[in-house]
Nanobody, 125 residues
Framework: QVQLVESGGGSVQAGGSLRLSCKYS????????MAWFRQAPGKEREGVAA?????????YYSDSVKERFSISQDNAENTLYLQMNSLKPEDAAIYYC?????????????????WGQGIEVTVSS
């Protein structure tokens, strides 16, 4: 049974940093693609960062977080991370970890089969 469990969320002031973690278990050999998504109230879920876990381990970022967020993976710990720096009030959302075997559009929610329960990030100005 696949499980993805996020942690590390919380409240931070604008300009601050947080690191989200996603501990995963189960059929992890299927996890060729892993990503972080977020959903703010009244908005659609959007992809912020994605990682192709094989080969050169390419990363992709949405324009809104590029140069501020960094996605990484610790295979030994079965954990995916999202380092978030220079946080802005508009980064506040529920953040979700997701995994897929195939994801032709790496930042598209529809490409991902496995999801965590989400964790809240609030940013005060």
């Amino acid at each position: 049974q696949v499980q993805l469990v996020e942690s590390g969320g919380g409240s931070v002031q604008a300009g601050g940093s947080l690191r989200l973690s996603c501990k995963y278990s189960g059929a992890t050999y299927n996890f060729n693609y892993m990503a972080w998504f977020r959903q703010a109230p009244g908005k659609e879920r959007e992809g912020v960062a994605a990682l192709y876990t094989r080969g050169f381990r390419r990363t992709y970022y949405s324009d809104s977080v590029k140069e501020r967020f960094s996605i990484s993976q610790d295979n030994a710990e079965n954990t995916l991370y999202l380092q978030m720096n220079s946080l802005k009030p508009e980064d506040a959302a529920i953040y979700y970890c997701a995994a897929a075997q195939v994801a032709t559009q790496m930042l598209s929610p529809s490409a991902y089969r496995y999801w965590g329960q989400g964790i809240e990030v609030t940013v005060s100005s």
